[in-house]
């Protein structure tokens, strides 16, 4: 018996070895296998790689598109082949350069040989491919500009057609991007149009306002962006470009409100802090505001009021009400950019304008036009002053508190911001437009106390919200302090209820900016 288990026990250990032995070769076998595959698609690679030609004029590289395919679209017809083909060649510099200074000529006597060969080393970004960008960036590549950058994600539709500058009926359905290269190249096929079909924010503002790098010719180096044009109507995108250009010291332009304009007498071009009678600059001042750009940015708007019997805003439909985030759709309240009535003229005369800001700054030539602040700073500092002062005596009267270097939470900036854009520069009483003052519309309930939390680190600061003030003249400025501030008078109960409900509403309007503070 015990041999007989003997002879069990040898047999299974020989067929365990063997099983081993087999499983072991042929791991081995798949192992080299394996390792000789990957060095040979590993070798394979390395050697297609080798055969790629380095980038140049000969070899350029196309950035792909969201879906993966080239950004250019292929050649629709036999003229634009053409067209291409000889922008392709004048762009590495095949071009007759008495071909380009007849071109030019024009501008060429305007702003002298100096000015003009300053213009045609420019680089110039334009954002915003619409009715403004697209007149602005025409004016440019014509009068001379031989680099530009477009950015634009949109796409041509048939309601482009009323202000494009260069879009027609068989674009329709295309990027704007590719629409503009298209129709610049046989406009002026020397001009270096470098295409993005991108969207614009704030993870893409870098790479978009980087160095100049496309079609690089011989000798040629790297440029800096020499000006940026805002030609975008979506407030956040907005936003973020300008106060990118602002920190980083690029100079821009910026392009407001063209739709529901009709007057092209009352287009202008000022600081950012002074455009008025815009919705668009106006929401644009009071975000930029809150992230510390007050002013330094030249902005085109219209000046022009709205009237019995011209185009409005229209509202939104109560369908879009119950999609929700309506405040998303457009750069005002229950209004959307779709549905702005724009007349067809407008947005060219601001395209152009914006031009021709960039072209003569450029060039060096004179511009006599102000595009500076409102020169109103003594009257802030004036207001300001005043309104110290009656912190002051409120705190003094406040159970005999010492006011010696009290201070408030408000600044010049501030005092702008309140007047102009809440307030309007005018009294919320009487509506009234000089000898103005910034007063507390009610009584705080724990009277005009200093704030002990303050107090603790040596400082003596009054709590005072911008949402608590208001606008008057001084002479109602001063018979407020003595009935509400200072005696039991509620604002109910001395104001007509038209000037309370005023009040209100210009208080509820700043309290939306809230968030963004």
């Given at each position: 018996?015990?041999?007989?288990?003997?002879?069990?026990?040898?047999?299974?250990?020989?067929?365990?070895?063997?099983?081993?032995?087999?499983?072991?070769?042929?791991?081995?076998?798949?192992?080299?296998?394996?390792?000789?595959?990957?060095?040979?698609?590993?070798?394979?690679?390395?050697?297609?790689?080798?055969?790629?030609?380095?980038?140049?004029?000969?070899?350029?590289?196309?950035?792909?598109?969201?879906?993966?395919?080239?950004?250019?679209?292929?050649?629709?017809?036999?003229?634009?082949?053409?067209?291409?083909?000889?922008?392709?060649?004048?762009?590495?510099?095949?071009?007759?350069?008495?071909?380009?200074?007849?071109?030019?000529?024009?501008?060429?006597?305007?702003?002298?040989?100096?000015?003009?060969?300053?213009?045609?080393?420019?680089?110039?970004?334009?954002?915003?491919?619409?009715?403004?960008?697209?007149?602005?960036?025409?004016?440019?590549?014509?009068?001379?500009?031989?680099?530009?950058?477009?950015?634009?994600?949109?796409?041509?539709?048939?309601?482009?057609?009323?202000?494009?500058?260069?879009?027609?009926?068989?674009?329709?359905?295309?990027?704007k991007v590719h629409c503009v290269r298209k129709r610049l190249e046989q406009i002026c096929p020397?001009?270096?149009?470098?295409?993005?079909?991108?969207?614009?924010?704030?993870?893409?503002?870098?790479?978009?306002?980087?160095?100049?790098?496309?079609?690089?010719?011989?000798?040629?180096?790297?440029?800096?962006?020499?000006?940026?044009?805002?030609?975008?109507?979506?407030?956040?995108?907005?936003?973020?470009?300008?106060?990118?250009?602002a920190l980083h010291g690029i100079k821009v332009i910026s392009a407001m409100g063209a739709g529901?304009?009709?007057?092209?007498?009352?287009?202008?071009?000022?600081?950012?802090?002074?455009?008025?009678?815009?919705?668009?600059?106006?929401?644009?001042?009071?975000?930029?505001?809150?992230?510390?750009?007050?002013?330094?940015?030249?902005?085109?708007?219209?000046?022009?009021?709205?009237?019995?019997?011209?185009?409005?805003?229209?509202?939104?439909?109560?369908?879009?009400?119950?999609?929700?985030?309506?405040?998303?759709?457009?750069?005002?309240?229950?209004?959307?950019?779709?549905?702005?009535?724009?007349?067809?003229?407008?947005?060219?005369?601001?395209?152009?304008?914006?031009?021709?800001?960039?072209?003569?700054?450029?060039?060096?030539?004179?511009?006599?036009?102000?595009?500076?602040?409102?020169?109103?700073?003594?009257?802030?500092?004036?207001?300001?002053?005043?309104?110290?002062?009656?912190?002051?005596?409120?705190?003094?009267?406040?159970?005999?508190?010492?006011?010696?270097?009290?201070?408030?939470?408000?600044?010049?900036?501030?005092?702008?911001?309140?007047?102009?854009?809440?307030?309007?520069?005018?009294?919320?009483?009487?509506?009234?437009?000089?000898?103005?003052?910034?007063?507390?519309?009610?009584?705080?309930?724990?009277?005009?106390?200093?704030?002990?939390?303050?107090?603790?680190?040596?400082?003596?600061?009054?709590?005072?919200?911008?949402?608590?003030?208001?606008?008057?003249?001084?002479?109602?400025?001063?018979?407020?302090?003595?009935?509400?501030?200072?005696?039991?008078?509620?604002?109910?109960?001395?104001?007509?209820?038209?000037?309370?409900?005023?009040?209100?509403?210009?208080?509820?309007?700043?309290?939306?900016?809230?968030?963004?503070?």
């Amino acid at each position: 018996m015990s041999a007989w288990l003997q002879r069990q026990t040898s047999l299974s250990s020989s067929t365990l070895n063997l099983s081993l032995a087999a499983t072991f070769g042929a791991v081995t076998a798949a192992t080299v296998i394996f390792t000789a595959t990957a060095i040979n698609r590993r070798r394979a690679a390395e050697e297609l790689k080798a055969s790629i030609p380095a980038l140049s004029p000969e070899h350029p590289a196309l950035p792909l598109n969201e879906f993966g395919g080239a950004s250019r679209p292929t050649i629709s017809n036999k003229d634009d082949e053409r067209a291409a083909m000889i922008a392709a060649r004048a762009r590495k510099g095949e071009y007759d350069e008495e071909l380009i200074l007849e071109q030019l000529a024009r501008n060429r006597v305007f702003l002298k040989d100096e000015g003009l060969a300053t213009l045609r080393n420019s680089f110039v970004v334009v954002v915003g491919l619409g009715g403004v960008g697209s007149h602005c960036v025409a004016a440019l590549a014509r009068s001379g500009v031989s680099r530009i950058r477009v950015v634009d994600f949109d796409q041509v539709t048939l309601s482009s057609l009323n202000r494009h500058a260069l879009a027609t009926l068989a674009d329709v359905g295309s990027p704007k991007v590719h629409c503009v290269r298209k129709r610049l190249e046989q406009i002026c096929p020397w001009v270096r149009i470098d295409e993005r079909n991108e969207l614009m924010g704030s993870q893409s503002t870098e790479g978009l306002l980087a160095k100049w790098d496309y079609e690089i010719q011989d000798g040629e180096e790297e440029k800096e962006v020499d000006w940026v044009v805002d030609a975008i109507d979506n407030i956040d995108s907005k936003v973020a470009l300008l106060q990118y250009c602002a920190l980083h010291g690029i100079k821009v332009i910026s392009a407001m409100g063209a739709g529901c304009k009709s007057d092209p007498t009352r287009i202008q071009i000022g600081d950012i802090s002074t455009s008025v009678e815009d919705p668009l600059s106006k929401a644009t001042r009071r975000r930029l505001r809150i992230l510390g750009v007050n002013s330094g940015i030249p902005v085109v708007f219209s000046t022009e009021k709205p009237g019995q019997g011209k185009a409005e805003l229209l509202p939104i439909t109560d369908e879009e009400f119950e999609k929700g985030n309506v405040d998303k759709l457009g750069v005002l309240p229950e209004f959307r950019v779709r549905i702005l009535p724009v007349l067809g003229t407008m947005p060219a005369v601001f395209g152009y304008t914006v031009a021709n800001h960039v072209i003569c700054s450029i060039a060096g030539y004179p511009m006599d036009y102000r595009t500076g602040d409102r020169g109103r700073e003594k009257m802030y500092d004036a207001i300001l002053s005043t309104l110290q002062g009656l912190e002051e005596r409120l705190v003094r009267s406040t159970n005999g508190q010492n006011a010696v270097g009290l201070r408030i939470p408000v600044g010049r900036d501030d005092v702008a911001y309140l007047v102009e854009e809440v307030f309007r520069g005018k009294s919320v009483i009487s509506n009234l437009g000089n000898r103005l003052a910034l007063i507390r519309w009610t009584r705080p309930p724990g009277g005009f106390r200093v704030d002990p939390d303050y107090e603790k680190e040596g400082q003596k600061m009054i709590k005072l919200p911008l949402i608590d003030l208001v606008l008057m003249t001084k002479e109602e400025a001063a018979r407020h302090e003595k009935l509400v501030l200072k005696g039991d008078a509620s604002p109910e109960s001395i104001y007509e209820p038209d000037i309370v409900a005023q009040v209100q509403k210009r208080h509820d309007e700043e309290l939306a900016y809230e968030r963004y503070r």
